[in-house]
């Protein structure tokens, strides 16, 4: 069983910095790819960013490419989300998931464990 645990959120400024992280525990870290979601109130989830095995590949939304950056540290079986010039915009709960596939996916329900999310509330 693996089990993922956000931590990092919080509220922050517009235009101030939040790092997310994810633990991952139960199994093989090295053998998923990663991936961050978010949800806002009365959206329905989407796609932040992607990073591959390894750290080879990375995918991110239009909406935070250039302000978020997704990185992972095999060695502590963590992954993160380093999110600069945030806006009202990203305020959300914040999701990383793990996906055991070959291919770095963006879609949420191709992804195979999730944690239970952070809140991110973005003032103006």
């Known amino acids: 069983q693996v089990q993922l645990v956000e931590s990092g959120g919080g509220l922050v400024q517009a235009g101030g910095s939040l790092r997310l992280s994810c633990a991952v525990s139960?199994?093989?870290?090295?053998?998923?790819?990663m991936g961050w979601f978010r949800q806002a109130p009365g959206k329905e989830r989407e796609f932040v960013a992607a990073?591959?095995?390894?750290?080879?590949?990375?995918a991110y939304a239009d909406s935070v490419k250039g302000r978020f950056t997704i990185s992972r540290d095999d060695a502590k079986n963590t992954a993160y989300l380093q999110m600069n010039s945030l806006n009202p915009e990203d305020t959300a709960v914040y999701y990383c998931?793990?996906?055991?596939?070959?291919?770095?996916?963006?879609?949420?329900?191709?992804?195979?464990?999730w944690g239970q999310g952070t809140q991110v509330t973005v003032s103006s």
């Open positions: 998931a793990a996906d055991e596939s070959m291919m770095l996916r963006t879609t949420a329900t191709r992804y195979d464990y």
């Open positions: 139960g199994r093989t870290f090295s053998n998923y790819n």
């Open positions: 990073v591959s095995r390894r750290g080879g590949r990375t």
